[in-house]
DNA sequence: TCTGGGGTCCTAGGACCC
DNA sequence: TCTGGGGTCCTAGGACCC
């Protein structure tokens, strides 16, 4: 066998404009025109159509100080409903374990595939098909980024989306050089916009220099994952694909509130509604929990700003909402000052373990049965309706809520694509 | 008036110990 | 009078990702 048949090869399927292009299954009228989805507390932009893109609309600028450009311009603007992504992400994942084994769902919209055996020999026809498949089976398009490392693939895939001619699939073997020469280097996976500066400030401005690199320059400049980088620019692969998804170091929940909260009742209820959800998120993942951590912040933008944050250790591993709560009560308690309006807080979940890891002899009886009626809470609660059941501490009114006022009125049940 | 949320990893620096 | 140095652990904060 020659070396090149055991060079690996890897593809990048990065679905197109994500959240816009859910939104449009569900509202076809949204097709070929400008739209935004907005960020939790319609904060700032984070996801454009190409149309919107064109307006020459940038990523994560804040709404209200484009508010009014949008407008003029016609642009559809949608709070974002993660659950629809979710779903849809799910569904997208599904399809490509269905046509082929390795694959990693690296995040909400993108999978990474390696290509072996026959796949690889026809990695292109897969790919074509792959795509083909996607589109006819839940209606998002993708692009594809076919390469010999992952970071490769990740070049070859922004390559796809570029340029049009290409149809959505690009496979940069055997033209490395050509195209990192004209790959800005601020837009390699895992080069940030301050190493890039450094770089740039070195004569380093393309994805060519950078993979010509001396190592311990790079590594020194960089770090060790940058080295990891620059090996992998020059096709030699580093990062594997990870198939298994390792268990999760820790589950946050934290939300910008409506307005200002100044009083104690309302930032209670609400530390309490997020370790509410921490807890649910954590039981859907059938994590245990042993340590919990509470964070509060007036907002950053304004004087006199603060910020703390307390932390609990249980006794033993959990996933008990009643515990979390009582925890994430005290931590508040040990933090919360008054004369200040709090802008954010947040609940963090760590030291997580998939493992059963119950108390003592004595509590086990107990535990089992709060176990079960947390299962009877989450059920409830997926079955009738969100918060059909909720616990006292989260209040009744939420008047802290974010705002999302452009939220359409789908839920995820209500489109059958398959 | 309005400025996201969720996650991981690395590093620098302090505390502590021998 | 004189005040080392290396290891480990922890934490906060930065950088990066989507």
């Not at 593809?11 to 292009?21: G, K, P, Q, R």
């Not at 609940?347 to 998939?354: C, D, E, G, K, S």
């Not at 909720?390 to 209040?395: K, L, M, S, Y």
């Amino acid at each position: 066998m020659s070396l090149e048949n055991c060079e690996s090869l890897f593809a990048l399927i990065d679905c197109n404009n994500f959240y816009v292009s859910c939104e449009r299954l569900y509202n076809p009228a949204l097709l070929y025109k400008p739209v935004v989805v907005l960020s939790n507390n319609d904060g700032c932009i984070i996801a454009r159509s190409n149309e919107a893109k064109k307006l020459g609309i940038k990523m994560g600028v804040s709404y209200f100080q484009i508010r009014d450009f949008l407008k003029k311009n016609k642009v559809a603007v949608i709070s974002s409903n993660y659950e629809i992504y979710e779903d849809i992400s799910k569904r997208f994942i599904n399809i490509i374990k269905s046509k082929i084994c390795f694959v990693e769902a690296y995040s909400i919209d993108e999978a990474f595939i390696e290509l072996k055996g026959i796949f690889k020999k026809r990695s292109f026809e897969f790919c074509k098909g792959l795509k083909e498949d996607i589109y006819r089976l839940i209606g998002i398009p993708v692009s594809i980024g076919i390469g010999r490392t992952k970071t490769l693939a990740k070049v070859a895939n922004k390559i796809a989306k570029k340029n049009k001619d290409l149809n959505g699939i690009f496979d940069i073997t055997g033209r490395e050089e050509e195209i990192l020469k004209t790959f800005d280097v601020e837009d390699i996976w895992r080069i940030g916009k301050s190493k890039a500066n450094c770089l740039k400030g070195m004569g380093i401005t393309n994805a060519l220099n950078l993979s010509k690199i001396d190592n311990s320059l790079a590594q020194k400049t960089l770090g060790i994952n940058g080295l990891t980088t620059v090996f992998e620019l020059r096709g030699i692969k580093c990062i594997n694909l990870q198939e298994k998804k390792p268990i999760q170091k820790e589950i946050i929940v934290s939300r910008s509130f409506g307005h200002d909260i100044g009083n104690y009742k309302e930032l209670k209820e609400g530390v309490s509604h997020f370790s509410a959800i921490a807890a649910k998120n954590m039981r859907n993942l059938n994590l245990y929990t042993k340590t919990l951590s509470v964070f509060i912040t007036s907002n950053p933008f304004k004087d006199g700003f603060y910020t703390n944050q307390a932390e609990i250790n249980f006794d033993f591993y959990t996933r008990d909402t009643f515990l979390i709560l009582q925890a994430a009560e005290k931590c508040l308690n040990k933090i919360f000052k008054e004369n200040i309006k709090y802008k954010k807080a947040g609940v963090i979940l760590r030291n997580l373990t998939n493992c059963v890891c119950l108390g003592n002899l004595f509590t086990n009886l107990e535990i089992e049965n709060k176990h079960n009626l947390m299962k009877a809470i989450d059920l409830l609660n997926k079955k009738i309706k969100k918060d059909a059941v909720f616990f006292a501490a989260e209040g009744v009114n939420k008047l802290w809520q974010a705002k999302k006022e452009y939220t359409s009125n789908y839920n995820a049940s209500e489109i059958i694509l398959i």
